[in-house]
DNA sequence: ACGTTTGAGTTATAACATAACATCGCTTTC
DNA sequence: GAAAGCGATGTTATGTTATAACTCAAACGT
């Protein structure tokens, strides 16, 4: 799977928000979730879900467990394997499998499953909510006879940004 | 990923029908198509377009590495890895990435995305042949101005033959 | 307080994939 | 037919991703 990928580009979409924001709406909504599902959100996972949350690209194991080393947290893989999958059971972040990569859900409050636009270029994956798709791809199953249980639908490109290689890319 | 997947289980849907036609037809048409792009279809390659043919379950790089090396192949992993990706060049084969494995196309000739109904019991992946899909899926992205360039879908669950559990698999 | 459960630490290793460089054989060109 | 060029393969080493297995500690229910 070869990717152009640079680690320092932001994706375009990103400057034109509060990124911070972004995360604080996304942690306070995680410990609202796990509080109604008796869920513990230790500081590690919290730690590992502000994580992935702080770019829009998604994050590797080993990527979260540097930055983990550098808040003095433990730092062995299994760490950060556990706390995503915590994550993953309880909606609050997606594999992005075709990346083995890790990214925060954005509306873990009704989707479970994870539509991904991936770019390429600047690595960016942007997830989209499209209930008509998941219906669809239950039928399409059904026809089939196959009990559907998960859908992984990852759909890699160029995002708007960066299609056109002669302007820079945005910081 | 967890997975139940039993190495010893063959697919329910395998039993009725002669997978060696099937495999014989797959071997001469990827013959066939590569005389016409001017591709070598090495005696590696082939062996390999061969194994991945033989099941219908996806097989792991280095499951094919040790099915070569009983043949007296070769048997260090970049003999493995090039000859998938000249197999992925030429359509001949898809990854599935969900698993880390690889398996025959079943129309080399007229698609490049492959979608994918994967079972979790038995490992068998069928691919399926959704032009209506591709379609939809290129109208999403470029409803969000992304150039979409490959698509993964790949749905897991439980096949039509794995969904009763009190019925012994068939052999 | 006590046992049970859950989370986290630790060590080791399994599983998947590629980099980098050497070699071999074919064909193209002179 | 020698030499250059090229595509395929061999070889060694290493990088990257993920999990097994066991231990210890903290939280939770009773």
Redesign the interface.
Known sequence: ?PTDSDPNLLPAFCTNHDHHLCIDQALSKAKRLCQQHNARLTPVRERVLELIWQSHKPLGAYQILDRLAQDGFNSAPPTVYRALEFLLEQGLAH?I??LNAFIGCSHPERCHQGYF?I??KCGSA?E?P?DA?ST??KQ??MA?????????????????GC?HPHQEPTL
């Open positions: 799977m594999r499998t075709s636009l770019c390429r942007q989209l499209l798709l669809q791809l399409i199953a089939e006879n196959f009990h559907l249980e998960t859908q992984i639908v990852e759909l890699s490109g160029l995002c708007p299609q």
